[in-house]
C-alpha cells in the first residue's frame, strides 16, 4: 500500500474579514492510498498556514512541503514517516506551525493503519485501559455572572461532573474576574470541579499570584495558562506558591519542548493537544514524560469531532490519565463536521470501538463551508 495523494481542506464558519473565535474554523487532512483506504486527521491552528506547509513544493533538501514527503511512501510506516517529515520540513518549523501540520498527517496515518488492520486506533497504540473517560465541558463566559449562571445550569443538566471557562472577557479585568467565577461557583455548587482559563491574559506571575489568592474561596481545581507559555520561571514559582494546580502546555509542540516545560516549568498538569503537538505518535513521547515528571496530563481539545475521536482513543491506551476535554462550541463545524460525533452522555464518552479512529465526515458541511 502506498499513498497516492494528500488533500487539505480549509474550513471556516463567518466569511473572510469577519471575526472567527475559537471552533469556527478547521483543516482536515485526507490522506488517500492505492488500496482506496483515506485516513481522516485535522490540526487545530490556521488552516491556510497548514495548507502552504503541506502543499509547498521543496526549496532545499531542509525545505519540503509534507506531500512531496509522503507521496509513494507506505503509509503503515508511521514513525519513520514522523521523522522523515519533521527532518525534510526543518526550514518550515520545527516548532508551531510545522508540526501543527505534521500532526494532521500523524493523525491520519493512525486512522488508515487501523482500518488497514480493521482495529480502533487504541488497539494499535497497545490496547485500551478503560472503555470511557470522564468528560469535562469547556465554555467561552458571557459577559455577566447572571449569563453565566444560566449556562452552568444547562450544563449541570446535561450532566457534566466538571466544567472550565475561558475565553471572552475573562482576564480583561479582576473586578469582573471575581464576579463571573463567583457567579459559576454558587450556581455549580461547592463539590462541584471547576477549572478557569486564562488564555495568558493575566500575563505576570505577579498578578496571577494576587488573582489566585483573591480566589481561594472558589476552590478552583486548575488555573491554566495564567501567564505565557515562554514564561517557565513563572510557572515553576506559580507553582510553588498556589494551591490550586497551575496548566499549560496546549501551544506547545514535540516532546523536547515538553521536556524543557516539565523540568523548568514544573507546571502541575501539562495539556498537549494531539492535532499541534505533533499527533498521535508525539503525544505518546510526552505521556512517557509526564509519568517520568510524575505530572498529570489531560489533553487539550476544542475543535472538530476528528480530535475528540483522536483524543478518545489516545486517552484510552494510557494507564494513569482518564479526563478529556468536551468543547461546549456551537459551531457547526464542531457540532456537524463528524456525523457520528462521539456523544457526551452522563458525564462520559464511550471510547470507539470501530477501525481507524472511527470518525464520518459530512460531506454537505464540507461543501458548505470550505474556504478553498
Not at 519513520?80 to 517529515?85: A, I
Request: charged letters at 30%; proline letters at 5%.
Amino acid at each position: 500500500m502506498y499513498i497516492t495523494d494528500v488533500e487539505v481542506i480549509c474550513l471556516r464558519v463567518p466569511p473572510r474579514g469577519k471575526i472567527c473565535v475559537w471552533g469556527e474554523d478547521a483543516v482536515v487532512v485526507r490522506i488517500h492510498t492505492d488500496e482506496g483506504i483515506t485516513g481522516v486527521g485535522e490540526s487545530d491552528t490556521s488552516p491556510l498556514v497548514v495548507k502552504s506547509i503541506i502543499e509547498t513544493p521543496n526549496s532545499n533538501l531542509a525545505c519540503f512541503g509534507l506531500k512531496e514527503v509522503l507521496l509513494g511512501k507506505n503509509p503503515l510506516e508511521i514513525e519513520k514517516l514522523w521523522k522523515e517529515m519533521y527532518e525534510k520540513s526543518n526550514y518550515l518549523g520545527r516548532r508551531g506551525a510545522g508540526i501543527h501540520a505534521i500532526s494532521a498527517v500523524d493523525i491520519a496515518l493512525w486512522d488508515i493503519a487501523g482500518k488497514y488492520n480493521n482495529k480502533p486506533v487504541y488497539e494499535l497504540l497497545g490496547g485500551k485501559h478503560r472503555d470511557e473517560i470522564r468528560a469535562y465541558g469547556t465554555f467561552i463566559p458571557a459577559d455577566t455572572p447572571e449569563e453565566n449562571r444560566a449556562i452552568v445550569r444547562k450544563l449541570k443538566d446535561k450532566g457534566f461532573t466538571s466544567l472550565k471557562f475561558g475565553g471572552g472577557i475573562l482576564g480583561d479585568d479582576p473586578d469582573t474576574d471575581y464576579d463571573i467565577i463567583k457567579a459559576v461557583r454558587e450556581e455549580a455548587g461547592e463539590g462541584f470541579e471547576l477549572q478557569i482559563d486564562l488564555a495568558a491574559k493575566w500575563k505576570t506571575p505577579e498578578h496571577t499570584l494576587m488573582m489566585a489568592r483573591r480566589l481561594e474561596e472558589f476552590n478552583l481545581n486548575w488555573i491554566e495558562e495564567p501567564v505565557g507559555s515562554d514564561d517557565l520561571r513563572g510557572y515553576r514559582d506559580l507553582g510553588d506558591s498556589i494551591k490550586p494546580m497551575i496548566a499549560g502546555g496546549e501551544t506547545l509542540t514535540t516532546a523536547y519542548e515538553f521536556e524543557s516545560f516539565l523540568s523548568i516549568g514544573k507546571p502541575d498538569l501539562i495539556q498537549p493537544d494531539i492535532t499541534r503537538c505533533g499527533g498521535i505518535t508525539e503525544a505518546r513521547k510526552i505521556y512517557d514524560l509526564s509519568r517520568e515528571y510524575n505530572v498529570k496530563l489531560v489533553p487539550h481539545g476544542f475543535s472538530t469531532g476528528i480530535l475528540i475521536a483522536a483524543t478518545a482513543h489516545f486517552l484510552a491506551s494510557c494507564e494513569t490519565t482518564d479526563l478529556i476535554e468536551y468543547s461546549q462550541s456551537t459551531s457547526p463545524l464542531f457540532k456537524h463536521l463528524v456525523k457520528n460525533q462521539i456523544p457526551f452522555e452522563n458525564g462520559v464518552i464511550k471510547v470507539p470501538e470501530a477501525p481507524g479512529l472511527g470518525v464520518e465526515l459530512d460531506e454537505d458541511i464540507i461543501e458548505k463551508y470550505r474556504m478553498i
